[in-house]
């Protein structure tokens, strides 16, 4: 028999991680003790009043059948709940949310709903690869806004061509922004809503790391600029601020039109999310938030470690003000590929190539806060020893 894949499938490169996973496999079976800050997984475990609710609710067999395709209406309203106690933002449970089995779920299929064969959108470079993958598998080709350092890695909106903009259906942002670790600010996402409105594009925003900040200034909801709704949505999940990567639960909320559309799109691929996590997910919404702020303070350390010694040892660092990534240039002379490959071969440190996110991302690396501050400084040790700078 010739089985043959799909060109959708033929023609993607390996996914990031699965290939960043290969490699480390490979280095451990030559013996190699690897210190793996590639992947932003969290190594601390759930809270303890989010498990014990999922241990508490789990055995109910009202919770065993097939779930709610939009997601339990408690949880939804947890959600709304959230959003205007977090942010302000006001959204109908009703219309307004959807449950998602991850964010990078909605992500994959929120272009399946709104991009036909040809369609263009426009994704940020470095990105997070599912933005692009999603928009080919719905047969779109992707524009790619590049992030550069000197624009504070916002897309350059004035530098996308006139037809590009009208072919446009969907802009991807994500801010704070994996893997640059950068923030927008208030007057970036009345930019974005302009040009949204002017050229008729959906615009879905990732915000996932929204809960992963250092020090007081918080984060902000792109739907708390008005007119927000009117042109998008936003993508959150509970994995990173819980530590939750495992459980797979997030959301959408935003324009109703917009999430609709999505739904129908789960509806016919998928058949929702084990209420029992909902309802684990509700806890972590409504549940104590003290273990938040101490995770919060572990990660600050944590980037504080790395960026001090990445900077002790000669590398230019700026030091991150959220999420769980620190974003660097490689050594001048170097591509990203070889440098990430030097230090696993030399240092037995997993760092993940810039241009893994994209050909903006060539020239630079991320490294991930997710393992001990001990952990964090023996890398430093054996990145200095390695020689590579
Ligand atoms: C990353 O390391 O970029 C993310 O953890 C991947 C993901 O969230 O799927």
């Known amino acids: ?26 280095a451990r079976e030559r013996g190699i003790d690897i210190i793996d800050l590639g992947i932003g997984d969290p190594d601390m475990p759930t809270f303890d009043n989010i498990v014990r609710k999922l241990q508490e609710v789990a055995p109910n067999p009202v919770y065993h059948r097939y779930p709610s395709y939009q997601g339990l209406k408690v949880f939804r309203e947890a959600v709304a709940n959230w959003y205007d106690r977090r942010f302000g933002v006001k959204v109908d449970p009703a219309t307004e949310v959807v449950s998602l089995i991850g964010s990078k779920e909605g992500i994959a299929h929120i272009s399946l709903a709104f991009i036909d064969p040809g369609d263009i959108s ?12 999603g928009t080919l598998f719905a047969g779109g080709r992707s524009y790619f806004m590049p992030l550069k350092e000197e ?69 902000m909801s792109f739907l708390e600029v008005p007119g927000a709704k009117e042109v998008g949505i936003e993508f959150h999940s509970l994995s990173k601020t819980y530590n939750m990567t495992g459980w797979r639960i997030g959301w ?28 684990a997910g509700i806890e972590a ?8 702020e101490e995770l919060r303070a572990i990660y600050q350390k944590r980037r504080d470690v790395l960026v001090k010694g990445l900077s002790d040892a000669g590398f230019k660092v700026r030091s991150p003000e959220a999420t769980l990534y620190v974003w660097f240039p490689v050594p001048s ?40 501050e001990e952990r964090l400084k023996e890398a430093v040790e054996r990145i200095k020893k390695a020689g590579v700078i």
């Open 1 to 26: 028999m010739n089985i043959k894949l799909a060109s959708r499938v033929a023609q993607l490169p390996p996914y990031l991680f699965a290939e960043i996973d290969r490699a480390k496999t490979a």
């Open 122 to 133: 426009l994704v940020p470079d470095p990105g997070y690869p599912v933005y692009n993958i």
């Open 151 to 219: 624009n504070g890695f916002l897309p350059d909106l004035d530098a996308i061509p006139e037809d590009v903009r009208q072919k446009a259906k969907i802009i991807f942002i994500n801010y704070p922004n994996n893997p640059t670790a950068a923030c927008a600010d208030r007057a970036f996402y009345e930019r974005i809503v302009s040009f949204a409105k002017k050229y008729n594009i959906i615009v879905c925003h990732d915000a996932a790391y929204s809960e992963v900040y250092f020090g007081d200034k918080r984060p």
């Open 252 to 279: 959408a909320v935003g324009n109703p039109e917009v999430i609709a559309g999505l739904g129908k799109i789960k509806t016919n691929v998928d058949s929702g999310l084990f209420e029992a996590i909902q309802i």
């Open 285 to 292: 919404l409504e549940g104590d938030q003290g273990p938040q």
């Open 333 to 372: 002379g170097m591509t990203s590929a070889h440098f990430c490959k030097t230090l696993l071969d030399k240092a037995g440190v997993v760092a993940t190539p810039g241009n893994g996110f994209g050909p903006a991302g060539e020239g630079y690396a991320r490294l991930t806060l997710c393992l001990p």
